[in-house]
């Protein structure tokens, strides 16, 4: 976008749209509107209709500085949702920092299973690997009666769960601990067992790092995204979740795209039985929920 000054250019609200829009699309960004009017938006205090009902307002020379900061910062690839320091999930509001990963549509499918199958019951529900606690925070709220306790390695990304369960008024039902699931000592810190353990853990192998986009690979937490093989966390997870569950509960997983196979045969090494596995929106296999037999 040109750095013009205003005196040199009266700019209005559908003007600076226009021209910011053009000029992302022109660098190969795919959401350029879109992310001209979050910004915008975000500048002017607007919902993104109400840009369109003031089309013709003029620009003010701080909001136009302010503007161009942020739109500078989305040109060096910076996602939108740390710009604004926000993302929805589920229809709720999260604190987003590169502390913690973005929430995805895709982890919503994990969200929306438990709720299915739990719906109305009260339940006791450990999240593992919670970052912004986006699934944690979503159910508490959807599951009234639920007691949540997540747990994630990572200090600065606890305190943004934290902050966001005071957001959405849930605080009183989580529990919020800095644990790594790695650990061989992990399950020895639980003296309750749970309903439903669930985790969107780190996936992408290290091998796949440089084919992940740049705008993930160089803002959003490494150690939220990698490991070494991609399946250290599933079976760890698997192992310590026969320990972690009563009888009968369920172990809820958000997968890598290629993982079914693999996954499904840690699975039924650790005991699980009647895996249930769910394509997201692009036709992957996504998720896997599977249970623990029930005891006689």
Not at 9 to 19: E, F, G, H
Not at 43 to 59: H, S
Not at 233 to 245: G, N, T
Request: overall charge negative; charged content about 25%; some cysteine.
């Amino acid at each position: 976008m040109s750095t013009a000054s205003s005196t040199e250019k009266d700019w209005t609200v559908i003007s600076l749209l226009k021209t910011s829009a053009d000029f992302l699309k022109q660098k190969g960004f795919s959401d350029a509107r879109l992310t001209a009017e979050l910004l915008l938006a975000h500048v002017l205090e607007l919902q993104r209709v109400d840009l369109y009902v003031n089309f013709d307002r003029p620009v003010s020379p701080k909001e136009l500085a302010q503007f161009r900061e942020l739109f500078r910062r989305r040109l060096s690839g910076e996602p939108v949702q740390y710009i604004l320091g926000q993302e929805e999930f589920f229809g709720l509001k999260f604190e987003v920092n590169p502390s913690v990963l973005i929430p995805r549509p895709e982890t919503e499918l994990l969200v929306e299973q438990i709720i299915d199958d739990f719906s109305g019951e009260a339940g006791a529900i450990l999240d593992i690997g919670t970052g912004s606690g986006a699934i944690a925070i979503t159910l508490a709220k959807l599951l009234p009666q639920a007691q949540l306790t997540a747990v994630d390695i990572c200090h600065k990304a606890l305190e943004v769960a934290e902050r966001n369960a005071m957001r959405h008024s849930v605080e009183a039902r989580i529990r919020f601990l800095c644990l790594d699931a790695l650990q061989p000592d992990f399950v020895s810190h639980f003296t309750q067992s749970f309903d439903v353990v669930v985790s969107n853990p780190p996936y992408i192998p290290l091998s796949e790092k440089e084919s992940v986009p740049p705008d993930v690979r160089n803002f959003e937490p490494h150690i939220a995204l990698f490991t070494d093989t991609g399946f250290e966390f599933y079976e760890k997870i698997a192992r310590d979740a026969r320990q972690l569950l009563r009888s009968g509960g369920k172990l809820y997983l958000e997968l890598h795209a290629d993982a079914q196979p693999k996954v499904q045969a840690l699975l039924e090494e650790h005991g699980f039985q009647h895996p249930m596995f769910k394509k997201d929106y692009q036709g992957f296999v996504r998720l896997v929920r599977a249970e623990l037999p029930v005891s006689a």
